[in-house]
């Protein structure tokens, strides 16, 4: 469906963590593919959230453009592996990095299920950088003025930066 560096992650939400798993394990690259350009050096993928623990930078049922492999800096929103349940992938903002791997914390701080629940994670647990958000439109969106304001905010990069969680924890 999205080519061979492609795949879907399913989320599931047990106790608001934000956890999911994925379906089917990412494809390691031929030596052909990784000469191949863009094609070969870039492994982005397509996530679906599920779940509260980012909220407000993520809401259920947006979808995530993600790469494998990007450099992550502190702030970053990332994909990584729940260091408990090695299975289940996780989204969370990579907020400092600590000896021993990266603090990570949900944006919702009422949600839980981050680096003050199960402490450093380590560095080869973090799979990927979130580069940018898809919000779908909603079924009762139908008036013109929800659907122009649903285009002018479907597709929004995520990044440190920009995050309006960032904002409301200054406060």
């Not at 992650?9 to 394990?25: K, L, S």
């Not at 993928?45 to 990007?70: K, N």
Request: aromatic share 8%.
């Amino acid at each position: 469906m999205y080519g061979t560096l492609c795949g879907t992650v399913y989320w599931t939400d047990r106790g608001g963590a934000g956890e999911m798993r994925e379906v089917p394990e990412m494809p390691e690259l031929t030596r052909e593919q990784r000469g191949r350009g863009l094609a070969g050096r870039v492994p982005f993928r397509v996530v679906e959230v599920t779940g509260p623990s980012m909220v407000p930078t993520l809401h259920h049922g947006d979808w995530l453009l993600v790469q494998y492999g990007a450099t992550v800096r502190p702030g970053d929103v990332v994909i990584l592996r729940h260091p408990f349940q090695q299975d289940l992938l996780i989204v969370k903002r990579a907020a400092e990095r600590r000896r021993g791997g990266w603090w990570v914390l949900a944006d919702n701080t009422f949600a839980g299920g981050d680096s003050t629940d199960y402490g450093t994670v380590p560095e080869e647990l973090v799979l990927a950088r979130v580069r940018a958000r898809y919000r779908p439109l909603k079924k009762d969106q139908r008036s013109v003025w929800g659907v122009v304001a649903w285009a002018l905010s479907a597709l929004r990069p995520v990044s440190a930066a920009r995050s309006v969680s960032r904002r409301l924890r200054a406060r």
